[in-house]
């Protein structure tokens, strides 16, 4: 008997859990956790469950498709480990977070990779015995530095690329084939500093606060759907310095939970929204 | 068109949720929200929905006893404001800010009165136009007082008795009749510091965080189902009496959180457990 | 023996701890408390001291001045509960609040008025036997409604002005002579959401804190040196309305937080910052 | 020129700190941070400054000593990176945190060893290159095991043991040598859940907040001085072991704060608590 995650999004109508369920209760399948929701604002309906039991994917999606609006959108896998690689710059406090917990047997996932476009974390990711992948950027237009990228991505065909501060901003042309599979930790409690050095402008305007972002990459620069955010208080005594060294732990906490959250299949994107379950 | 709320909890088995949404559906219901969970350790099975629609209560929980395992019990009710008696002593923060919310049409709930075992408040809940009762427990045994106390309770039928810094401990005899129906805030995150001043209790143990719980008042002191909990950091340049400035404002919004949950049904109790929709 | 504060801030130069305490030393008098920080960006040095004894303040700070570099800011006054106008719009939550910690003793403040906008709060202003003002906008120019505003205040020479959710821009002009005495509450973790509706604003960029800040007013609008920030955590199912609603419990406690650390005069401002002892 | 850290507790009197600071003053020395407290309960003065400057170590702890009440304790050093040993057992999340912020300097320390009482995490201790002592407990009786341990951290004589999740209760013996040298991580919020398994208790009383605390080891097993505390809410959904692993985040966090203070020679123990500058 295996587990599977069922995910469903469409526009809400009356009657929809109760077609649902009846399809699984008559496949005699089991709803071991579901949950719901109905954003009244866009007139959607959300629903993920996990599911015991012999069935097959392909037949309970078409019952399915019968079932629901022409706009469902439904996803229907077996519950596993997610391929995920990592891309990082310099700094290895959420990336060594990360390999230390896929280490300990913590983390639903199976690394592939580590992509960098600096060499200086190839020691730390070496230690862990995970491919480390040295794509300098020096002497090349962004464009063609991302094509480097993507073709190395592309043979590793991941579920999930995660941006554990990878500190260069993404084209469309990257973000495309990868819409919605790209997690990104923002050093900031997002709308507030976008973009560079959000420490600095976090001490230059003097906030008693500080956070960490975890969001979904899409075109705009740190306006992707937000997954996870949390702040430490901070005070006058603290350096911007003092503040980033400080705000480490809160970023890779925020995309420790963002990423296990992603891997759980636990995620709706609603517009530029997320639904969490 | 009214809107109901529904609750139910029983044993769990296969297809509960497909048996309760079937009926909603063949009654022409519609469930705007739901929710459910299924406790393993205990395989027991909690369901809350909110539905709209023209149903008789009667025939609905008749059906749904049918088609449920015996040991269901199924609450269906109108959604409406909650009949509420608070009880305090001599702070005033707590019952202050039910009755500042109750003023401004924030509380979903209507305040049929105040008991006190002190005449010090009465000022304050007149000018908001609520019935104070002045019940001394002066030369009476605790037995005796709460008698006097319970033969005015009765006489309101209160959906839900508030203790908002209520001093007195409560007999089983006080709390049987209004068994998962009184409401306390502790000023300590429990279970640490039960008993009297936990704030002093605090001061000398010298914690870095102090914080309150609200739960339901069960026969043990400060031992009840735990609603909602919070805390805020303090250091060592606090007094006592400085945390326990600090620490009302802490009270105060905990309560708020928890009684705005029970006002809503959207608390169950298993065991000495809560569970929250 | 009368209890006093002593706050000063000049440019940082070595010995300057030395020389205040040696001169409150020679004086005889005790320093209860004291704090001091260095802010290394600007170069100035920040001392606040609460002193017991028996003194002349002119004679002290003559004394000070002497020993002190030449742009140094000395204050020094009785430690006294600070006068106060409280300005709202029609929101109570944090009016109300501050009359609540009022009336119960815990406010180290005497309020003077309560100055409106509209007349809805007036029943709950005197309930606690505080003067209202409703100084009408409807017609008048803005600099004609704040001149009606001024002159009222004026009478009244507050050492602080609480904005107590009060929903009125307020221009240079009202600003300066009360320059660093104007307590603001905005209803998000500034600088995001700056602005009209920030809860309207939050739902739809789909954070998962929501936030609030108090600051002192200057003439940019939501700019101004930030005093205390906290933030919760919200989710999916809560509409900008249900922001609302539990962010008024953050609301509340920002700016008391705010206006305790005001009336203890315990905050200096370096330019945009504040420093709180 | 140097840093220097001066630490001073005495009985409180006037004019401590004109004293102490004349004396610096006089020496040519620059004070560029210092912290005091005064304990009301306990009539104590606490001092902390970091000096610069060039110093005989030993003639400004007898001038201190000259000036100060008689009870006074005065610590004067170098600012230096700490000598450490860590203790674990088996779990590697702060093991392996401490060792990543060492790895990427960003630890005020030097780590010596790692000592455990079992051999599983020695594979990811010499990643890092750190050496690891496996000091079995197995058919030893405790005090002969602490003998060994202590044989083997008194080679190294370092400055602060810290137990990364040690989960062996240390005797008296073990302790007095160190006494106030060492840091242990509790996963639970102190005085909540001592003892054994604190994360099954937490679910078993059905709390809304989990914690850890970190604290100084004394005889009293969980009772030492508190350092640091941290908290995250949880909801009913969570099984102990779900509690568990999201408990790790704090864990790892509050102690990497606490050992923070200590490297930084930033905490005092006053009795049973810590006074933080």
Not at 249 to 267: P, T
Request: charged share 25%; aromatic share 10%.
């Amino acid at each position: 008997m295996s587990q599977y995650i069922l995910k469903i999004d469409c526009s809400d109508q009356k009657g929809l859990i109760y077609k649902i369920s009846d399809l699984i209760y008559q496949n005699n399948l089991n709803i071991e956790k579901n949950s719901e929701f109905v954003d009244e604002e866009s007139g959607k309906f959300f629903f993920r469950a996990r599911i015991a039991g012999n069935l097959d994917i392909e037949e309970i999606k078409e019952g399915l498709q019968v079932l629901l609006p022409q706009d469902a959108h439904i996803y229907l896998g077996v519950r596993r480990a997610k391929n995920v690689v990592l891309m990082a710059t310099k700094e290895s406090h959420c990336l060594g977070d990360i390999l230390l917990k896929n280490h300990s047997g913590e983390l639903n996932a199976n690394i592939q990779a580590v992509v960098s476009n600096h060499d200086s974390l190839r020691s730390l990711v070496e230690k862990f015995d995970i491919p480390y992948f040295y794509v300098s950027a020096q002497n090349l237009e962004r464009e063609a530095h991302e094509e480097k990228v993507l073709t190395l991505l592309n043979e590793f065909n991941p579920d999930f690329i995660v941006l554990a501060k990878y500190m260069r901003i993404l084209t469309p042309n990257f973000v495309k084939p990868y819409n919605g599979k790209i997690i990104n930790i923002h050093h900031s409690f997002l709308p507030a500093f976008i973009g560079a050095n959000p420490y600095k402008q976090a001490h230059k305007r003097g906030v008693k606060i500080i956070g960490a972002t975890a969001h979904f990459v899409n075109n705009d620069l740190d306006e992707g759907p937000i997954i996870a955010q949390d702040v430490i208080h901070i005070n006058h005594e603290m350096s911007w310095k003092d503040m980033q060294r400080a705000g480490r732990n809160v970023e890779k906490v925020v995309l420790s939970n963002a990423i296990d959250l992603a891997f759980e299949d636990r995620i709706f994107v609603n517009n530029n929204k997320t639904i969490i379950f």
